[in-house]
Structures are given as C-alpha cells and as structure tokens.
C-alpha cells in the first residue's frame, strides 16, 4: 500500500504529520506544492516543503504554524541595520538550511535530493517530494495588479483583493518523476488551499494523468468548516471570487474543472458542522464521510488521518471508482 | 593631508582605530588585504575588511579579535545538523553582512562599493578600500602542500610547516583606482604579518608605483616585537622560513625587495623592548623611531596612531625622502 498525499502549507502538513504517525515511510508519499517558492537574499525559498519537513521533524513552531521551533532573529536584525529586505523573515537556524540548500542546488542535485538530504538532516524518515523539479510560481491576480505569491501573502498579508490566478511555468514543468502513482492505492488531498496550494499541484503536467492512471480512489479534505477557513485566506478569496465560503463550494471546485477535464476527486471529508451538507455534496457525484476536521492537537491528527484511510478503503472497496 | 595605511587583520586594525581616532574620515584611507577572501557556503568572505569594518564600527568581538560583537551561533548549530562544513565560523549577525554583500555583489556592484555600502550600514565614516576589486588569492605553500589560505590559517590553525606564499592573481588584478595615491602625504604600513597581509597589498600591480609616484614616507610598524608576535603566525613562519624572529628581519624584509624592485619603505617603528636593534634597522637606510607598539587599550592605539603620524611628518620633513 502507498498512499499519496498532495498538500500545501500549515493545514495540510498537520494531517501529513497524522498520516506520518499512522503509515510507516515506505507507506506514504507526500507530494507538495512549490508554487509557492521564490528567490529571495539569494536562495530558494520554499515555504511549503519547509513547512512540512520541519513538521515531520518535529522542529516546527507550534505558534506561528511556519519556520522552526526555538528559532531566533538576530540575522534578520542585522540585516536591517544593514538595509537589507526584511518583510520575509528567516531566522537563525532556518538560514541553516536555506544556506544547504543553495550549496546542494549549486552542486547541481535536484530540488528532491536536496529536500531529501535536509529531511534526512531533521531525522525525517518519510518521503517528501516536491510537485516538481521545475520552477512553477504562483502569480496571484488582484484588482492592485498581478502580484507574486510571497508578496501577495506575506508582504502584504493577503489584503488585496484576488481576481484569479496563473501558475507560471506550470506547462513547460514535468512532474515529480520520484512519484510513484503505479504503487498508489489511495491518494488524499489534505485541507489546503484549493486554488494556491492545490490548484499548482494538480497543475502539472503529468500530476492528473498520473493520479487516473493509479486508479486509486481520491479524497479531499474540506479546509472550510463553517463557512470560514482554519487558516489562511481561502474564505477570503472565495468571497472575492464570488462564491459562497461553503464546503460545498470546495467540493464543487474539486468535481468540477473549469478546464472541462475529467474530475479527479472520488471522495470528500466534511467537517461535523457541516454535516447537513453532505447531500449537496453527494449530488456532485462524491462520496462524502463527516469527521472532526479541526486539529487543534497530535491526537486530533492521528484521528483524521485514520478516518481518511479507513475512507479510502471503503472508497477503493466501492464499485466503479476504478473506471 | 592624506595618509593611506595599509593593513590585514586584527594586529592591522588596531592602529587603524587608534588612527581613525585622530583623523577625520577625510584624512585618511585604510587600503585593505583581500588576499585572505574566499568562496565560501555560497558567500565572499573578506576577513581582513570585515574586520577592519566591525573595528571602525566598534563592533568587534573584542576576545575573539575577529568577528561581531554579541555574536551568536544558532545558524553554525543548525547546519552543523544538516551536515554543513562548520570549520569557518560565521554568526547570526555576521551572515547578515555576508547575504547583504552577495547581493549587492550579485547586483553588479564592486567589492569597493558593497564594502562602502555595509561600513556606512554600521556607521563607519572612515574609507576603507580593499586593495583591489579583482580576486587574489594567497595560496601558502607547505611541508604538506600548497593550501588556500582560510585552510592553512583556521581549518588547519597554522600548523602545517610554511616554504614559501603565492598571490594567485595578483599579475592580473589592478591596484583599487579609488586609492588617492595623488594626495596622499604619509604612508602606514600596519603591524600586520608582511608575508601574508602586508605582501599581498604590495603584490598588486599598481600598488607600488602608485606609492612611489606619491613621493610620500613610508613608515612600517613593527609586528614582532621582543622576537614574538603579538598575534597571528608571523614569528612561527620566519622560523620556519629560516630567518630570526626578530623585528631586524622584518626590517630587511621590507627594506630588501627579493626581486630587485627598489624598497619603498622609508622608517621603521621600533617596540621599545628591541631599542637595541634600532642602529641594525639604520644601517639597513631606513630611518627609525622607538615606541610602545603592544596595543592593548583604546589609549594605547590612540598613541601609537599619534607616534607613527609625528614620524610621518618628521620623515617627510627630512631632505632626500621624495626621491
């Protein structure tokens, strides 16, 4: 058994870290979007690889939700005094790793080597494989003019209003050859941002046929509970995109594509206070469980990541979803 | 008045301070060592003018001699986990001058104008101009092989036994055309190691006629002192080079070009405890002053500064010097 588990930042690696805690290495592969990277002071910053690593490492700030536990800033205070850009931080023991992998890049190794060869360096033990090799950035559209991912979201804290979005260099990017769909039997969609976090995944060339191809049920996990997201701008881009901040509408975004393409998605986690939605949800051909979505503690991880294997296999049990 | 002091490391940058401390920022330039600059973990690193640029900016670490002041080590503890090369130390507060002058580097900038750029981010008002914006670098050769510099003076602490020195580079760089040769009025050679600091400067094509054509006095500061050195490995190398530990030796040295050039240096300041040596250093034709030259408080560099600018003026003041 191989489980496939495609995620984006802080809401995503919290079931990754239950799924880890759940299936041995060689029984989970995590798949992770890198539209979020950019060049930054001269490295390559990759906020959702390193968001998972450091989760799986268990040297993850449990405030923040991103950059290292017990981290310190006195680099980015001397950067200041020294007229440096300051309005992404990097702290001390993070810069460690930025620092590697500039080294293991400039050594030629891919974007895998060297995210594998830093995970190892954590004690991480599961695979975590970027989307891609290749270089795709997510360009967030706004009514302030196109913005790049990192100063949409961090610069300026998702305060402009989103129009859309384009994943630049996603058509000429090849996926992640380490992905090994014909292992797969379940691949999950962890609660993340549908349209920077997962939306980039889905969009690379080679990740959707890869995904029909392992016949493996899919199911995605709802990041909107209640109308409002755990965490993130995902309600707020919703209503700026003009639809309803509902679950129902995610589960509407992942069993219809836009492009005309074939759903992917069998399957879809609906949180308890959205229990009475399961119907509609059900009426877009998915089929649906209700869990605790919230995780708020480990426990809380490891409870959702065993509902969304035993979902799985009830999936994968179910007629017709091989086809 | 312009006076130009050359200079390395720690030794060099006392009597810089002490200088700076007696002469406006318009009087004086500081033309830096680069020979000691590296590649290294994706940085340039140029000991000798950050150095020299922490002490103006009295942020140095005043134990360690190099380094910043306050310093702290999370990023050395942090790649030392992910299997970073952590034989050179760089701090928290260090890096920051190290990603801020990569970039300004990688922007186009020239050595010369990133190192104006930080000194001015610190405070410093005093010009320092490494002594070239070309790379050159010393390469040591010893017992065990010919080493890069860093190798031979921090990874391998000086232990290996010292044959002989190369600038790789020097032929091809150019003097820094920032050095204002045309007005200087007295030269400092700084109590730096003169194989390693002070021949590097030398070795600069341009350097020394540039000094010549000033026709100012140039005055060498002593760096053995009672057939020690003060700091660094000098006595250790003109031992294991087959010359006498003595300041008479640097004297020769300085006063004797190995290759024939004529000498440039015109007076020599002498520590007290060799007083005796002082009639030696004479008949080598350099005229000679007795001082306390062991800097051991902010007073004792203020001093010397004063006893090396009264020489200065006093050599300058003496007929046949312009020659």
Known sequence: ?????????????????????????????????????????????????????????????????????????????????????????LGDKDLALHVRRRELLAAGQSLTAATAQIAQGLGVRHRILPMSNDPVRTLVHTADGPLAFQHYFVRDRCAPEVTGFDFHGAASASVNPAIPFDQVTGIVICPSNPFVSVDPVLAVPGMREGVRRSGAPVVAVSPIVGGAAIKGPTAKMMQELGVPATTVEVAKHYAQRADGGAPIVTGFVIDA?????????????????????????????????????????ASAAAPGLKA
Chains 1, 2 share one sequence.
């Not at 390193?50 to 950067?79: I, K």
């Not at 939605?277 to 990541?305: K, P, Y």
């Open 273 to 313: 206070v959205d229990a009475d939605a399961e119907g509609e949800v059900q009426a877009l051909g998915l089929s649906t469980t209700v869990a605790q979505t919230v995780m708020r503690s480990l426990d809380d991880r490891v409870d959702l990541a065993r509902v969304v294997l035993d979902f799985l296999g």
């Open 1 to 89: 058994m191989t489980i496939l588990a495609l995620t984006g930042g802080v809401g995503g690696a919290k079931l990754c870290l239950g799924l880890a805690r759940v299936l041995a290495p060689e029984e989970v592969v995590f798949v992770v979007n890198t539209g979020d990277d950019f060049e930054h002071l001269g490295f390559h910053i990759s906020p959702d690889v390193d968001t998972l690593t450091y989760t799986l490492a268990d040297a993850a700030n449990p405030v923040a939700g991103w950059g290292r536990q017990g981290e310190t800033w006195h680099f980015m205070e001397a950067l200041e005094e020294l007229g440096g850009e300051t309005w992404f931080r």
